[in-house]
């Protein structure tokens, strides 16, 4: 069975601009949850979703966002990048809310 | 304080070594817990899955939990240079509808040949 998948593996953009990464879940897994891992906060939860809904919500500005699809997709959006934002972002995935989470490979970040 | 400490490291040890790695947390809501191993550039591998306290051996892995220390840990026997990685502790309550997990800053292990 194929694992999670992340589009793209790397990006680099500048300040300023928007970026949209993209998870695909191991098939049958319905949950999809996003960190955001950098050297010195480490391993961070930014939302879960679950049939299309977010589920939960880490500590992250507004400029974070997401969506699910129909067929467990998942994109995150974060518009008006900072130097900050720099980073792995990894997407993990679950059979259901309560299962364990599986990782991808992660979508590495450079803001400029 | 965070929620989750664990020793950055970096820790080297010889092959053939046993490796301990700990964590300890704040949270007495925490009741799953688990170990992670994550490779250079690569996305965390899930290695050991624990509910509420006692003991999980896997192969050359053993992991224990004991909830009245709030203290988990994590053992490799016999450890090879392919266990070379940084090693993530998290865990997560049982309360709400959302597993999320909090995770501990990794410790780095290097096994010297």
């Known amino acids: 069975k194929a694992g999670v998948t992340q589009t793209p593996r790397y990006l680099i953009k500048t300040r300023g601009q928007q970026v949209t990464l993209s998870c695909s879940p191991i098939?049958?897994?319905?949950?999809v949850s996003w960190y955001q891992q950098t050297p010195g906060q480490g391993l961070q939860f930014l939302f879960e979703?679950?049939?299309?809904?977010?589920?939960n919500k880490g500590n992250f500005p507004g400029r974070f966002s997401g969506r699910q699809f129909s067929n467990s997709r998942s994109e995150m959006n974060v518009s008006t990048l900072e130097l900050g934002d720099s980073a792995l972002y990894l997407c993990?995935?679950?059979?259901?809310?309560?299962?364990?989470?599986?990782f991808g490979p992660g979508t590495r970040l450079l803001v400029l | 304080q965070k929620e989750v400490e664990q020793d950055p490291g970096p820790l080297s040890v010889p092959e053939g070594a046993i490796v301990s790695l700990n964590c300890t947390y704040s949270?007495?809501?925490?009741?799953?817990f688990m170990w992670y191993r994550q490779y250079s550039r690569k996305g965390p591998e899930l290695l050991m899955y624990?509910?509420?306290?006692g003991n999980k051996e896997d192969g050359r892995f053993t992991a224990q939990v004991d909830k009245s220390s709030k203290y988990i840990s994590l053992f490799i026997r016999d450890s090879q240079p392919s266990d070379s990685a940084t090693y993530l502790c998290?865990?997560?309550?049982?309360?709400?509808?959302?597993?999320?997990?909090?995770f501990g800053s990794g410790t780095q292990l290097t096994v010297l040949p």
């Open positions: 993990a995935s679950s059979l259901g809310l309560q299962e364990t989470q599986y």
């Open positions: 098939s049958g897994h319905r949950s």
């Open positions: 979703y679950f049939s299309e809904t977010q589920r």
């Open positions: 949270n007495s809501a925490f009741q799953y």
């Open positions: 624990t509910y509420s306290s």
């Open positions: 998290a865990m997560s309550s049982s309360s709400g509808s959302a597993r999320q997990l909090t």
